[in-house]
């Protein structure tokens, strides 16, 4: 069998990431006929569904448009990058401001190509994509260092998604299980539960691999996923910032003897766009106050660039502790009890 053009190609996938179906229909039916068999076309008409595909697919180049719903695609760029560094993706839009292309070009994009000459011409296009399409793929891999795992904890969490985590360290290797949008168990050496989770998300180095859903051998976390990422990151941050008390410490304000019950969670993409709450009864206004925390941290940002962006946020009270994560793509407010040491 020969491919159609001058010469046989090493077939390729591409998928095509944008929330105007005639659109991709008609860019699909191009690159097909452009190259069929060598090019497999697969769509997606948003960031959900990209994932999907991802993790299905060995995707050789992914083309995203960038105004789309819940996440736009300089957010789902971010997050591919961080996730699969290797993966090439092009920025095709009708959005092609200077402030959007060198955001996308900063950040990993391949290329950024504007929609509109594209959807008159698609042979503007395809060299373009031709040559990126050549650079090798290795599968939805992630550097540990890069903080992308609990990223992708968290979109497959949100999406209610059903996959194994396979991680590996520089010494030893564990597995993180996702049923249905939650987390049911981990293991690592030979922790396993919240304790491996735990262990997992504090590693320095090493990489992690997302594999389809596997039934684990048992069921040893449960509760909101939410909750267990953030008393992860709290147990990784108390273990990793120990030290030797001083001759004369400072009272703290508040001892704990550890008892955390998450009392609030609120996750939204914009004050407006809830997408996910647990026992708020407030859930807008806590959604107000991450847009106006987020707008006050880019504020700072521009102000300082040195400092870099706030991205969390603490407030610690006598018996309460509220902890808000600050994301373009998602933010989160979780308010946990604490209660006094007797």
């Known amino acids: ?3 159609s053009g001058p010469t046989a190609a090493k077939t390729r996938r591409i998928l095509l990431v944008d929330d105007n179906p005639d659109f991709t229909a008609a860019m699909k039916d191009y690159l097909v006929a452009r190259r069929q ?8 008409d948003n960031y959900s569904e990209a994932l999907d595909c991802l993790k299905m697919h060995p995707i050789d180049l992914v083309v995203t448009d960038i105004k789309m719903p819940v996440m736009d695609g300089l957010q789902l760029l971010t997050l591919l990058k961080r996730s699969r560094p290797s993966l090439p993706v092009v920025v095709l839009t009708s959005l092609a401001s200077p402030e959007n292309r060198n ?11 504007d929609k509109m000459e594209v959807a008159s011409n698609f042979e503007a296009i395809y060299p373009a994509l031709e040559a990126t399409a050549e650079a090798p793929a ?11 795992l609990t990223e992708v904890i ?18 030893a290797s564990g597995k993180i299980f996702i049923c249905d949008g939650s987390i049911i168990h981990a293991e690592f050496e030979s922790l396993v539960g919240e304790k491996a989770l735990a262990a997992l998300l504090g590693l320095k ?25 953030m008393e992860a990151a709290q147990t990784f941050d108390e273990q990793s910032g120990q030290a030797p008390a001083p001759a004369a410490a400072a009272p703290e304000p508040a001892a704990y003897d550890g008892n955390r019950r998450v009392e609030e969670i609120v996750v939204c993409a914009s004050a407006n766009d809830i997408l996910h709450q647990w ?3 407030q859930a807008e206004r806590r959604g107000r106050l991450l847009d106006w925390l987020w707008i006050q941290s880019s504020t700072l940002c521009k102000m300082f660039p040195g400092l870099g962006r706030v991205d969390r946020l ?13 994301q373009a793509e998602r933010k989160v407010f979780v308010r946990v009890s604490l209660a006094p040491r007797l």
């Open 103 to 113: 955001f996308a070009l900063q950040n990993g994009a391949a290329l950024i190509l």
């Open 279 to 281: 026992k708020a009864g």
């Open 37 to 44: 068999p060598a090019w497999i076309v697969h769509t997606a």
């Open 154 to 171: 968290q979109m497959e969490c949100l999406g209610r998604k059903s996959s194994t985590l396979v991680i590996k360290g520089p010494n």
């Open 205 to 229: 180095g090493g990489e992690f691999h997302l594999a389809p859903f596997t039934q684990p051998p048992r069921q040893s976390i449960e509760g909101q996923w939410e909750g267990l990422l």
């Open 314 to 326: 603490e407030i610690l009270e006598t018996q309460t502790r509220v902890v808000c994560l600050l």
């Open 138 to 148: 290795e599968g939805f891999k992630g550097m540990l260092r890069e903080v992308g």
């Open 1 to 3: 069998m020969s491919a």
